[in-house]
């Protein structure tokens, strides 16, 4: 007797099954796409390398952060200002290599930022490109109470962009497939009304998996939103139950963070004018260089080899380093170079941050 088959079970079409999104979400603009060579993009290991490390900011870089305040429309009250300085201080327990401290100017500031609820959008620019934003806008802005569950949790959140990261449901390894039309409706209504392009730039476009570390998806990341039933078609139980994270710090966030700026053991070299120390550098990892220049003109620091690296300058102002200027020549046919005026009897601190070691897996820094 023939056995008979159990028929798999018919979901309903999306655009049967509308759901309502309680919560706004952080809006990312569009980031520039690297243009990598045909040869560096089919060189696998480099191509991944230079993708996953964009952004990144050099390790030990002490970032500064400041608040609009006065008329502006994106003063930060200062319950949320609270909010957000707690946010910051929760990252740092993790332990990480980066510095952050809070100033009053505004120009004074590689993170700059904002609170409007009359614009309802909270986003930041990701990782280095808060330094492409104008000195008089807001780098990363709130735009929703900041004291409650959620809100702490978005306050963790655009930090996160601001260390590097990127959405975590947008991870190519999360398997989700979505009720495409449903997340369209659902977005598109309040409280986010979104464009549909907006829509599919922060939930339904994928990250190319040459961006992503690891081969999984943490739902419980603070880089993933919070859905409700019926947008997401597999996993089946965030179809059923939602997908509701955590609003913290994940483990993997932590060793993320961890991975990327992890704290500082070692003390830095020294380098003179007219020297070259070669350094042996494996992918991700960085080394850091002390320069006192007995004469004020103008120098040169560049590195040599044919390695892909991220190369920033920073001067000792009060005894903390201040960024000035950086050069990345990951992808390209060249090396990275700073020519700047030096004085004499000050400090300045060069950092070499390795994308991709090279064949050789040697790198050079020159002062000329």
């Given at each position: 007797m023939a056995t008979k088959k159990s028929a798999k079970k018919t979901k309903a079409p999306s655009a049967k099954?509308?759901?309502?999104?309680?919560?706004?979400?952080?809006?990312?603009?569009?980031?520039?796409?690297?243009?990598?060579?045909?040869?560096?993009?089919?060189?696998?290991?480099?191509?991944?390398?230079?993708?996953?490390?964009?952004?990144?900011?050099?390790?030990?870089?002490?970032?500064?952060?400041?608040?609009?305040?006065?008329?502006?429309?994106?003063?930060?009250?200062?319950?949320?200002?609270?909010?957000?300085?707690?946010?910051?201080?929760?990252?740092?327990?993790?332990?990480?290599?980066?510095?952050?401290?809070?100033?009053?100017?505004?120009?004074?500031?590689?993170?700059?930022?904002?609170?409007?609820?009359?614009?309802?959008?909270?986003?930041?620019?990701?990782?280095?490109?808060?330094?492409?934003?104008?000195?008089?806008?807001?780098?990363?802005?709130?735009?929703?109470?900041?004291?409650?569950?959620?809100?702490?949790?978005?306050?963790?959140?655009?930090?996160g962009h601001v260390l590097g990261m990127e959405h975590e449901h947008q991870n190519p390894f999360a398997g989700i497939k979505w009720h495409e039309e449903a997340v369209y409706q659902s977005l598109g209504g309040p409280p986010n009304n979104w464009s549909r392009e907006t829509t599919f730039h922060n939930i339904l476009a994928k990250l190319s998996s040459q961006q992503v570390q690891g081969s999984s998806w943490d739902p419980d990341s603070i880089m993933e939103y919070e859905f409700d039933s019926g947008l997401i078609d597999e996993p089946e139980q965030y179809d059923v139950n939602g997908l509701i994270p955590p609003a913290t710090l994940s483990a993997d966030d932590k060793t993320w963070a961890a991975k990327w700026y992890p704290p500082s053991v070692s003390q830095p070299g020294t380098i003179q004018a007219f020297q070259t120390v070669a350094v042996e550098l494996a992918a991700g990892q960085q080394v850091d260089f002390v320069f006192q220049p007995s004469a004020t003109r103008r120098y040169t620091i560049a590195t040599k080899g044919a390695s892909d690296t991220l190369l920033a300058l920073f001067e000792e102002i009060d005894g903390e380093p201040r960024y000035v200027t950086a050069d990345d020549d990951s992808g390209e046919d060249r090396n990275a170079s700073i020519n700047h005026k030096f004085f004499a009897g000050r400090k300045y601190h060069v950092r070499v941050r390795l994308y991709y070691p090279g064949q050789t897996g040697i790198t050079s820094v020159t002062v000329t």
């Open positions: 099954r509308p759901a309502k999104i309680a919560k706004p979400f952080c809006s990312i603009p569009p980031r520039p796409k690297p243009q990598l060579s045909e040869a560096i993009a089919s060189d696998v290991l480099r191509a991944a390398a230079i993708l996953s490390t964009r952004g990144k900011w050099a390790n030990k870089t002490v970032l500064h952060y400041c608040f609009f305040t006065g008329n502006s429309r994106y003063k930060v009250p200062n319950v949320q200002a609270n909010a957000i300085r707690q946010a910051f201080a929760t990252w740092k327990a993790v332990g990480i290599g980066l510095e952050f401290q809070e100033v009053n100017q505004l120009s004074e500031a590689e993170v700059r930022i904002g609170y409007s609820t009359a614009d309802g959008i909270s986003a930041s620019a990701v990782g280095r490109d808060v330094l492409d934003i104008p000195l008089n806008e807001p780098t990363t802005v709130y735009g929703w109470d900041l004291t409650t569950h959620y809100g702490r949790g978005t306050a963790l959140h655009e930090l």
